[in-house]
């Protein structure tokens, strides 16, 4: 199907909240070019997350994800998936606004802990991973991430295609 829309489709949400899979089915069914930015980040600095975290730390990480988002501004229908961080600093909301179409993926805390605890490459989750270590974050983050949000999908007990649909019937209207 071709999505004639011309700005960007930005997903924000909680690590977790389903970001990379929806950008991914994004992909396949709507054939949407789709830019993961905690991958093209660690492809750019030719290391991964964890060891920016550790050598340079978090500030400089965050640099690097505003640089991103301006950068993507000169490229059009694209879906960029945006780390769990990136809509803290409000610097970064109005570069993504610039983008596009902000939609917030949201999901209960004990459905994202079901999706991260098996993994290893979220610095901020290291050694914190419980149910109530995640409520108490995203509680803390949720005014940054609704502020930011132009539109929220809620994820829980629906599967990626019928989220896809809803981003894209959205984006219709
Ligand atoms: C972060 C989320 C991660 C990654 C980094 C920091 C955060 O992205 O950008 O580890 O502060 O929430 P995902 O949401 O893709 O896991």
Not at 126 to 151: C, H, M, P, Q, T
């Amino acid at each position: 199907m071709e999505n004639r829309h011309k700005q960007n489709i930005v997903l924000i949400g909680f690590m977790g909240s389903g970001k990379t899979t929806i950008s991914n089915t994004l992909k396949e069914k709507y054939r949407m070019e789709v830019i993961d930015m905690d991958s093209e980040i660690e492809l750019r600095e030719g290391r991964k997350i964890s060891e920016i975290f550790a050598s340079d730390g978090e500030e400089y990480f965050r640099n690097l994800e505003t640089e991103l988002l301006r950068e993507l501004q000169k490229k059009e229908n694209l879906v960029i998936s945006c780390g769990g961080g990136t809509p803290l600093r409000e610097q970064n909301v109005a570069e993504m606004r610039r983008n596009g179409d902000v939609f917030l993926l949201s999901a209960a805390p004990a459905t994202i802990y079901e999706r991260v605890k098996d993994s290893h490459d979220r610095p901020i989750l290291e050694g914190n991973k419980s149910v109530s270590f995640i409520e108490e974050l995203l509680e803390k983050r949720r005014g940054k991430y609704e502020e930011a949000a132009d539109f929220v999908i809620e994820t829980d007990g629906k599967t990626a295609e019928e989220i896809c649909e809803e981003i894209i019937q959205i984006r219709k209207d």
